[in-house]
């Protein structure tokens, strides 16, 4: 019990870290992933391949891989092909031996693989908009993406906050992995003390329960919303 | 005002319209009647290229529709659509719904795209209605909005798809009322209907669509009072 007084601020502020990794990795999802999934969309069969390709890789590969491939593998390639134009073409030299840091590899891993996953939120959403919305509105006069924009997306984006919520939720959680790379959140705090001072049951019990009021606040922040947005008559 | 050369559209082997001729004159008002899956809405859909069809030609205030390199967004705004399911934007009050169009694809100035939605619901009879959502309305008062929505692009044609065969008896007549004011207003109309009293009251000129083709046409009386062909005596006795 002393232990987990002790700790607790610390723990505090990896939780703090946590969420702010999540919600920062979220955000871009949702930019990432609504582009994605209009992507998906698309008359362009190019645009539709790369948009599917994207989404593919990213929901179908273990999260821990891809944080192995950003945070490893990709300073990797990029230092080997400016080698490569260095000695074949000349170029100059630009950086010298391109490496991330643990937070930037952090968000660009955590980014693409919610905005994956987003991208089929927001297909899904759009999709379900009864075709005549679109019709009435390509009627009028409007162009596609004027109707996308006034009418299909207003109506997706509703529809979607439910699954965007889990989503968070899910990515919340899926962010414990980054303490592979060292980077210091909730999880890796945890770690870190237990790493100090080995009392693992103490530690890590209370690391899971923080998880856990984080998660729980949110899913209850999420049926709050679900409910008011199907009592809301607007359709 | 609208002519029509031997359209054709399939839907993969499917042949729906199999060469339909007509013109429809400036101020014309057209019911259409046929048979479920003769073809009536996607004749009707093709005429602002909601379907690609397949073949022929049609032209709107002289314009070829079917053009490839034609702006079809600028022959919509010709060509006002009625849906029988209304297709009101739900998240927008009754007012937003007849002013978005203007506003943004016209780029009318709020103030005066108000102006002319608060108008236009008057017209129909709605002007008390302007801030309420249309899950608030009566299938009725929808229609009748969606109406006032296709209205506010000015068009110079208003294409009606069963416009009240998703409603309630007792509103059908408000809604054939508004339409009726617009025909007499001298709007050019095409109207699939198995309204046969209004085709009666309203109509210029009754097609009867069958099996893709324009089996019979002429005036109400012509094709009500004195059917030529057996199909279309059948369909007619089964409805009348
Ligand atoms: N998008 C589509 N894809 C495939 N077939 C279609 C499509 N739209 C219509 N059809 C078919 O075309 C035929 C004509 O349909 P259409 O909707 O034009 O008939 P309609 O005369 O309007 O009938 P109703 O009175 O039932 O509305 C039907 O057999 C229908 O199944
Ligand atoms: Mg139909």
Not at chain 1, 31 to 51: E, H, M, Q, Y
Request: hydrophobic share 45%.
């Amino acid at each position: 019990m002393e232990t987990v007084l002790k700790i607790y601020p610390v723990l505090l502020m990896g939780a703090a870290v946590t969420l702010q990794i999540t919600v920062i990795s979220v955000s871009i999802g949702c930019v990432v992933g609504l582009f994605a999934g209009l992507a998906r969309l698309s008359k362009s069969r190019i645009v539709r391949t790369v948009g599917t390709c994207y989404v593919d890789f990213f929901r179908g590969t273990p999260l821990y891989v891809q944080l192995l491939l950003v945070y490893f593998g990709f300073p990797q390639l990029i230092n080997e092909v400016q080698h490569w134009l260095i000695a074949s073409y000349g170029m100059p030299q630009l950086v010298h031996n391109f490496v991330f840091n643990e937070w930037t590899a952090a968000i660009i891993t955590c980014s693409l693989n919610s905005g994956a996953y987003i991208a089929e939120i927001f297909r899904a959403g759009v999709q379900s908009i009864e075709r005549g919305q679109m019709e009435a509105a390509r009627s009028l006069g409007m162009s596609h993406v004027l109707a996308m924009r006034y009418v299909i997306l207003p109506q997706a984006f509703k529809r979607v906050i439910p699954p965007l919520g889990n989503e968070f939720i899910a990515m919340l959680k899926d962010t414990s992995i980054l303490a592979a790379i060292g980077f210091v959140e909730l999880n890796r705090r945890g770690q870190l003390i237990v790493a100090e001072i080995y009392d693992p049951f103490p530690i890590f019990f209370t690391v899971a329960l923080m998880y856990l009021a984080m998660t729980l606040t949110f899913s209850r922040l999420v049926d709050w919303l679900e409910r008011r947005l199907k009592t809301d008559d607007r359709g | 005002m609208i002519e029509v050369k031997h359209l054709t559209k399939s839907f993969g082997s499917l042949e729906v319209l199999k060469g339909i001729h007509c013109r429809i004159s400036e101020g014309e008002v057209v019911c259409m009647i046929g048979a479920s899956g003769s073809g009536k809405s996607t004749f009707l859909r093709c005429l602002n290229m909601l379907e690609k069809p397949t073949g022929g030609e049609i032209h709107i205030d002289g314009v070829s529709v079917t053009d490839p390199k034609v702006d079809i967004n600028k022959v919509r705004q010709k060509t006002g659509m009625v849906f029988q399911l209304f297709n009101l934007f739900p998240h927008k009050t009754a007012l937003e719904n007849v002013t978005l169009a203007p506003a943004k694809v016209l780029k009318m100035p709020p103030k005066e795209a108000e102006e002319r939605g608060r108008v236009l619901l008057t017209k129909v009879g709605l002007s008390e209605k302007a801030d309420v959502y249309p899950g608030q309305l009566s299938g009725g008062q929808q229609q009748r909005v969606a109406i006032a929505r296709a209205l506010a692009m000015q068009p110079k044609v208003m294409l009606f798809d069963e416009p009240t065969s998703s409603l309630d008896p007792e509103m059908v007549g408000e809604v054939l009322a508004v339409m009726k004011d617009l025909a007499r207003e001298g709007m050019t109309m095409a109207v699939v209907t198995h309204e046969m009293g209004f085709a009666r009251e309203v109509a210029d000129r009754v097609l009867f669509l069958d099996d893709g083709l324009i089996a019979e046409e002429g005036t109400p009386q012509e094709v009500f009072g004195n059917p030529q062909g057996q199909r279309t005596k059948s369909f007619l006795s089964k409805i009348l």
